[in-house]
C-alpha cells in the first residue's frame, strides 16, 4: 500500500473527549443558525450523499447551476454564515503554521451510509495555506493519493478526535471517505461522522 503523500500530517487523538464535546456545542450552535442542507453536484445537479453548512466570513457551496465556489451567505436561508467558534481559530492558530486565520470552517455530515468521491481542494485561491480537518462521531475509511487522480492511494482509518493536515506538496493530493463504520463512537447520540475542514480561501493581500 502507498505510504501518506509527503507533508500530509495525521495527528491521532488530538482532541480529547472533552475537547471533542465542547466542539460539538459549538457546532450544534452553528447548524441551528445555518442548517444542514443537502449540495448537488455541478452540471448533473445530481445530489451529495453528505449534508453541508458552514461558518466563517466564506462558505463552501455546490450546486447544479452555478457549481462549486465560495460565497458569504447559505444558499437555503440566504443569511450570512455564523461566525467561526474561537475554539476552531485557536487550533488553526496552533497547528497550520501559516499566517492567517482562516475564512471558511466546511462542516460535512455522514448518516451511516454516506461516502465522499475522491477530490481535490482546489477552489482556494492560495494553496499556500494548508486545509484542516477534524473528524468527530462515527471513524470512517479515508483514501489519500496523488496529486493525480491515477496515483496509488493509500487509506487510513480516522476516528473521532484525529486530526488531518493537508500542506505543502499534499495540499492539492486527491482525497475521499469510502465508507462510515456505523457505531464506532459514543460521541453522536444518533451515530454518524461529522468532519470540520479549516480553509483559507482569498490570497492575503
Ligand atoms: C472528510 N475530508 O474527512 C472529508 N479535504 O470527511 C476532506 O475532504 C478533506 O480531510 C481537505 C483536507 C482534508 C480533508
Ligand atoms: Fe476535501
Known amino acids: ?16 473527549r472533552n475537547e471533542q464535546e465542547a466542539l460539538l456545542d459549538d457546532i450544534r450552535e452553528i447548524v441551528k443558525a445555518a442548517p444542514l442542507y443537502t449540495p448537488a453536484m455541478p452540471k448533473t445537479g445530481k445530489p451529495m450523499r453528505v449534508r453541508m453548512t458552514n461558518c466563517g466570513t466564506l462558505g463552501w457551496v455546490t450546486d447544479k447551476a452555478q457549481g462549486y465556489r465560495y460565497q458569504a451567505f447559505h444558499p437555503v436561508t440566504g443569511k450570512p454564515w455564523p ?4 475554539r476552531l481559530l485557536s487550533l488553526w492558530r496552533e497547528l497550520a503554521d ?3 486565520d482562516p475564512e471558511a470552517c466546511l462542516v460535512n455530515f455522514y448518516g451511516q451510509d454516506a461516502k465522499l468521491g475522491l477530490h481535490q481542494d482546489r477552489d482556494e485561491e492560495d494553496f499556500d495555506a494548508p486545509v484542516l480537518s477534524v473528524s468527530l462521531g462515527d ?4 483514501r489519500i493519493g496523488g496529486t493525480s487522480r491515477s496515483d496509488g492511494t493509500a487509506s487510513l482509518r480516522l476516528n473521532s478526535g484525529d486530526i488531518v493536515l493537508l500542506a505543502g506538496r499534499s495540499r ?6 469510502d465508507r462510515i463504520y456505523p457505531g464506532t463512537s459514543t460521541l453522536l447520540k444518533n451515530g454518524g461522522r461529522i468532519n470540520l475542514t479549516l480553509r483559507r480561501v482569498t490570497r492575503p493581500v
Open 172 to 177: 492539492l493530493a486527491y482525497h475521499g471517505v
Open 98 to 100: 501559516y499566517p492567517h
Open 1 to 16: 500500500m502507498p505510504s501518506l503523500p509527503d507533508d500530509a500530517r495525521i495527528l491521532p487523538d488530538h482532541l480529547s
Open 83 to 86: 461566525v467561526m467558534p474561537e
Open 139 to 142: 471513524s470512517c475509511r479515508f
